[in-house]
């Protein structure tokens, strides 16, 4: 009898909306070790995913956790969302007024 394989659970991409009132700093931790440090401008909503080149193809790189900080020198501390995957996820986020992440879906 032939092993069943699990589905695979992985964040593949993550939508960040930056909804404060100050641009924020946002960094991007990846499965394969990369991380990517990215400015959002006010208002600014942009998605985050990356692949790695394996010749012919590609392959996603997941999403494993990514921080949140604010720009101007007197910021609260940075907000960190790990995050645990059921099967392959777009994650999308909204940056709040309290500093706060809010899940949208």
Do not use: C, W
Not at 62 to 73: A, C, D, E, Y
């Amino acid at each position: 009898m032939a092993e069943r394989q699990l589905p695979p659970n992985y964040v593949r991409a993550v939508i960040l909306k930056n909804a404060y009132n100050f641009p924020v700093q946002v960094k991007l931790f990846f499965d394969s070790g990369a991380t990517e440090e990215h400015i959002l401008a006010i208002g600014q909503e942009r998605k985050f995913e990356r692949g790695i080149d394996v010749g012919t193809s590609s392959i996603v790189d997941p999403v494993n956790k990514f921080t949140t900080s604010l720009v101007p020198i007197n910021a609260p501390e940075p907000v960190s969302q790990s995050m645990v995957a059921s099967g392959v996820e777009i994650r999308d986020y909204t940056i709040g007024g309290s500093f706060s992440l809010t899940l949208n879906k």
